[in-house]
């Protein structure tokens, strides 16, 4: 523990002050950390990290050491109880800010924005300071915002800058502005980049919802808002129908990279690949289930028997069905027995012939 014999008697007085309270700023701290830690997940707000601490008394005396007579009382010093909240984009910084102007008293005077400090020449770390206050606690807390790279370049420039206590030579000076523009600009970017995704989702999903499948790409995107239609519950349910068999609903997402391999390009071609195919599927499932009797089936039968009916069709034969099981499935040697089996089971089938 740091000596504070040393320090005056108006400054020992906020420091026993501190000593007795500590208990309570600890509790106080862990539940306005719990307070802010729900009300940022029910705005919807993802951060990277919510970390909180009070005050070690080391610091404390440190800072009552260069600027005790500042402070008429310990009430005075608005970091005891300290949070930070870093987040992943730049823009969401503001939202977290919006947040907390709801959910604490905010003290204007005394916060600052450091992204408005920045002249247009130069670069530096980027946050947002807020002290704020809440009825029942007398004390004022600081947060401060930022996001994950600017919280990279404070503890860079620390690091670099402040612990050695030895004036950095120019040419290092320039090499850290240096890469704290890029770090600034790869966080405008990053928003640039959220903001047109988010914008390209919402027009794939009008696109989708009207219809127009032909002007939507395949991709993760798109396909996941298609199977929303639940393009493939019919042929499920005429499948299941074979043995009165219920539906057990699966994720049908890791048939993606099987349809781009077909040569599908839009969801339109989806669309009628599942057209074209689903009479070979629904033969195929015939042939699979009408021995057994199973009573439940998975809703990935479907979208799996069109792209063995579309292999097959296609002339894949063994190889391509052994590679799209590989694909789907994960590789495994019973794969090519699956593989060899469906193809000699398939050769006679209806659709196989015509």
Avoid at 108 to 121: A, G, P
Avoid at 329 to 340: F, L
């Amino acid at each position: 523990m740091a000596d504070s014999h040393h320090l005056d008697l108006h400054c020992r007085i906020i420091l026993e002050e501190y000593q007795e309270n500590l208990p309570l700023f600890q509790q106080k701290a862990e539940q306005l950390h719990a307070l802010l830690k729900k009300t940022l997940a029910d705005a919807g707000l993802i951060v990277a990290s919510l970390e909180y601490r009070v005050k070690a008394e080391e610091s404390l005396i440190g800072k009552l050491e260069l600027k005790g007579a500042k402070y008429k009382s310990l009430s005075d010093i608005t970091d005891i109880i300290g949070m930070r909240v870093i987040t992943f984009y730049a823009d969401d910084v503001d939202k977290v800010a919006s947040a907390l102007d709801r959910l604490f008293t905010v003290d204007w005077e005394n916060s600052v924005d450091k992204r408005k400090l920045l002249e247009t020449d130069s670069f530096g770390y980027l946050s947002l300071h807020y002290i704020c206050s809440v009825e029942d606690f007398p004390y004022r807390f600081e947060i401060q915002i930022r996001t994950v790279l600017q919280h990279a370049w404070a503890n860079i420039n620390h690091d670099t800058g402040y612990k050695s206590g030895v004036e950095i030579p120019k040419r290092y000076i320039r090499s850290l502005s240096r890469l704290a523009g890029l770090l600034e600009l790869a966080d405008e970017e990053f928003s640039k980049i959220r903001v047109e995704l988010t914008d390209y989702r919402r027009r794939v999903q009008q696109l989708v919802a009207s219809g127009n499948l032909d002007e939507v790409p395949l991709d993760g995107d798109s396909f996941r808002n298609y199977l929303e239609l639940k393009p493939f519950n019919a042929l499920n349910k005429r499948i299941a129908a074979v043995n009165q068999a219920e539906i057990q609903e699966v994720t049908l997402m890791p048939y993606l990279p099987a349809f781009l391999e077909l040569e599908c390009k839009t969801l339109g071609d989806v669309s009628r690949l599942i057209k074209t195919y689903s009479e070979g599927a629904f033969q195929i499932a015939c042939y699979q289930l009408g021995l057994t009797d199973l009573d439940i089936v998975s809703s990935s039968i479907g979208p799996q028997n069109v792209c063995f009916a579309a292999i097959l069709k296609r002339g894949g034969g063994q190889a391509g069905i052994t590679h799209f099981l590989d694909q789907v499935n994960g590789a495994s040697d019973g794969n090519a027995i699956m593989a060899r089996i469906l193809v000699e089971q398939a050769a006679n089938l209806p659709f196989m012939n015509q």
